[in-house]
């Protein structure tokens, strides 16, 4: 079984500083990670996934994250935020043979002046 | 290339009836998952149709049913709708099999309110 932790259910920075958004997975299996961000009124869109080809995963609109088994980890980050940043961010976990998504309870990102 | 697409995308429905949504997935695509999304409850997985095959399915009642026709575009019911049923259902289509580390893709949803 498959499961997500997302630590702060909002988060609130100034535009141009570093944006932090915690993720921490259970799998019993090795994991494939996803990042979705949803804007108001929106479905849900992909920034970035890992299937272990690389630890540091590039994805859109300037946001990483990084991928650390060791502390069961996929935090996602991005250097300075912009105001078009500020929309609600799900950490999703698929695991083995399972063809669903487990998602977190998602982090709102508040973007101020 | 157009994204997955999903029809209607708002409706208000009474307590009682029953309601169709529709997904038309990316073209080439599969596999369609479909989810629900409630502010209490957050993003659930409701069940996954491979090759017109269900192949998973998640913990809701038998009042939520789907099927997916050959040409990959999927439709799921709700009979006997609940006031706790009102939420954006969401769709999603990937290439393969959704069990391998394929992207999933959603669409923009259908959002129902139960009155």
């Known amino acids: 079984a498959q499961s997500v932790t ?37 479905g849900l869109q992909l920034l970035l996934k890992y299937t272990s080809a690389a630890t540091l995963v590039k994805g859109i609109n300037g946001f990483e994250a990084e991928f650390k088994k060791s502390e069961t980890s996929f935090h996602l980050t991005k250097p300075s935020a912009h ?8 950490c999703a976990v698929k695991g083995g043979t399972a063809s669903k998504l487990t998602f977190g309870t998602g982090t709102r990102l508040q973007v101020t002046l | 290339k157009a994204g997955v ?39 659930q997985f409701l069940f996954e149709y491979f090759s017109e095959t269900q192949r998973n399915k998640g913990n809701f ?10 040409n990959s575009r999927s439709e799921m019911n709700v009979s006997t709708l609940e006031l706790g049923d009102s939420a954006l259902y969401l769709c999603a289509s990937s290439l393969g099999d959704a069990s391998s580390g394929n992207t999933i893709y959603f669409g923009e949803g259908s959002w129902l309110t139960v009155v």
Request: charged content about 10%.
């Open chain 1, 83 to 90: 105001m078009s940043d500020a929309a609600e961010y799900f």
């Open chain 1, 6 to 42: 997302q630590l702060g259910s909002h988060v609130s920075v100034s535009e141009g500083a570093l944006v932090l958004l915690r993720c921490n997975y259970s799998s019993s299996v090795p994991p494939y990670l996803f990042w979705y961000v949803q804007y108001p009124n929106q």
């Open chain 2, 61 to 70: 009642p038998g009042r939520f049913s789907g099927r997916q026709f050959s």
């Open chain 2, 5 to 43: 697409t999903q029809t209607p995308r708002y409706l208000i429905k009474t307590r009682g009836q029953q309601v169709t949504l529709s997904c038309s997935p990316i073209s080439g695509h599969r596999s369609v998952s479909w989810y629900q999304q409630t502010p209490g409850q957050g993003l």
